[in-house]
């Protein structure tokens, strides 16, 4: 990886039309086709999971927890976070076949064993997201925790509604884990997505308002946001658990996180 730059954008602070659009995506669910290839890396997904729980004695339990790594690029990220939860299948997602055919290789992960727990699956996010948030209401599991780290921030202001929090899919995004984390080296997009995400389940219970005396309404299912606490913070990774955040880290820059805790 070549040396790790400084966002650089023409944008100051939070974007002057972060909570339109927020609200407006808040009513909606974004309904693009799902891709194929999409579908059978989820249903790979599927028998990954069974099979872990089926050979850990756990066949029958239901809703199975599942934890997520999305856009995990080399794969690191996921073997750390297998580690971190032993117990659970951990599915590291990215779209480049690329950095996958590196995921699980020593030279790539710091020389890492790979733990039984880790997967890794080659698929569209947005449309492996609504896949697994069908499988969450139905009850079929759960997404104890939820990591998004180091996701193209896209700097420039015209590019704003590429940025998860600012898309379609982000309630299907708040939806999909019982505690999210995204990670940058970007202040600003860190501060969005926390406000994105307070702003999004104040439209939310706006909504279920409206629905209870009878209006219509949708949305992705995001839950009440009673309970919930949002935090956005700088850190400074005592172990870095990706090849950016590693850069980041010897460049000196300053690393933000945001939770999203339900």
Known sequence: ????????????????????VVRKYAR????????DHTREAFAEVKT?????YGGNGNAETAPRAVILDSGCGTGEST????????????IGIDKSCARLNKAGNPSQTVGEDVPANAFWIRAE??????????YVKACKWTIPYH??????PWPKQSEATRRFHMHPIFPTLIALG???????????????FAEAARIAYDERAALAEEVDKGDSGSGAGMTDAAGMTITCE???????????????????????????RK
Request: charged letters at 30%; glycine letters at 2%.
């Open 79 to 90: 073997i750390h976070i297998a580690h971190r939860f032993p117990g659970i299948p951990v």
């Open 48 to 52: 990954f999971v069974e099979g872990f």
């Open 234 to 260: 700088s850190f400074d990774p005592e172990k870095p658990e990706t090849a950016f955040e590693r850069k980041y880290k010897e460049a000196r820059q300053k690393l933000w996180r945001a939770f999203i």
């Open 1 to 20: 990886m070549p040396g790790a730059n400084s966002v650089t954008s023409n944008q100051e602070t939070l974007h002057k039309d972060l909570e339109e």
């Open 28 to 35: 909606t669910t974004f309904l693009r086709p799902i891709a």
């Open 178 to 192: 019982e505690t999210i984390e995204l990670r940058t080296n970007w202040e600003i997009y860190a501060r969005e």
């Open 125 to 134: 996010l947005l449309d492996f997201w609504r896949l697994a948030l069908d």
């Open 147 to 152: 990591a998004v780290y180091y996701p193209n």
